[in-house]
């Protein structure tokens, strides 16, 4: 009995090998911790500030540094990242200082095109934007309301790090100035800007 029952012990372990071959392999879920710094430019002009030599620096209402933490999961092709950042804009002057501050809460998911290159779009969340100047002869506090915009992003990717280029679009609608409610006279500005943004995972 044995020996008739070989071959065809033989032939089901021949069938069923490729089956096990063709098993698709169980997705792995990774999660890194984050850190990034990006430079900003463009959006509407905020202020203006004249220097006595002639020159002059503007505060821009993309602009102008962004540091922050954050997560990124990666599961096969995709990826979700999630970061917290203070982004900011300052100029100082020998009569006083003028800066432009929001704190920035993202989304983002990536579709990675290979082991260097992604691509992602998602939503940005800018909470507190303040534009605050303090000048012998002008002090003064605008505040805006919270606002939602949409990022758009390519990435490249070595080691650790990773280099994005980004397009924000966004709008802030002005709400208090000097501590008065002004949000009836429904003014608005444009913070739409691109950026360069560097990150480090680990």
């Known amino acids: 009995?044995?020996?008739?029952l070989f071959p065809l012990a033989s032939a089901l372990c021949v069938l069923t090998m490729p089956a096990l071959?063709?098993?698709?392999?169980?997705?792995?879920?990774e999660t890194d911790f984050l850190v990034l710094a990006g430079l900003t430019y463009g959006g509407d002009?905020?202020?203006?500030?004249?220097?006595?030599?002639?020159?002059?620096?503007?505060?821009?209402?993309?602009?102008?540094?962004?540091?922050?933490?954050?997560?990124?999961?990666?599961?096969?092709?995709?990826?979700?990242?999630?970061?917290l950042a203070y982004h900011f804009d300052s100029a100082d002057a020998d009569?006083?200082?003028?800066?432009?501050?929001?704190?920035?809460?993202?989304?983002?998911?990536?579709?990675?095109?290979?082991?260097?290159?992604?691509?992602?779009?998602?939503?940005?969340y800018?909470?507190?934007?303040?534009l605050e100047s303090d000048f012998d002869f002008d002090k003064s506090t605008?505040?805006?309301?919270?606002?939602?915009?949409?990022?758009?992003?390519?990435?490249?990717?070595w080691d650790q790090s990773t280099v994005g280029v980004r397009f924000v679009s966004?709008?802030?609608d002005i709400s208090e100035l000097n501590?008065?409610?002004?949000?009836w006279a429904d003014v608005s500005v444009s913070g739409n800007h691109l950026g360069v943004y560097y990150y480090y995972n680990f």
């Open 126 to 130: 800018h909470m507190s934007p303040e």
């Open 45 to 83: 002009d905020l202020y203006q500030v004249e220097y006595e030599d002639g020159s002059d620096t503007e505060l821009k209402a993309g602009g102008l540094i962004s540091v922050g933490a954050g997560l990124i999961t990666h599961f096969n092709q995709y990826s979700i990242q999630t970061t």
């Open 170 to 172: 966004i709008d802030y």
């Open 179 to 183: 501590g008065m409610d002004v949000g």
């Open 142 to 157: 605008i505040e805006f309301d919270s606002a939602v915009g949409i990022v758009a992003e390519y990435g490249y990717s």
């Open 95 to 124: 009569n006083g200082d003028v800066s432009f501050s929001r704190w920035s809460l993202e989304l983002l998911p990536f579709y990675n095109i290979d082991d260097k290159h992604r691509v992602g779009l998602g939503l940005t």
């Open 1 to 4: 009995m044995n020996l008739k």
């Open 21 to 29: 071959a063709e098993a698709p392999s169980p997705q792995t879920i």
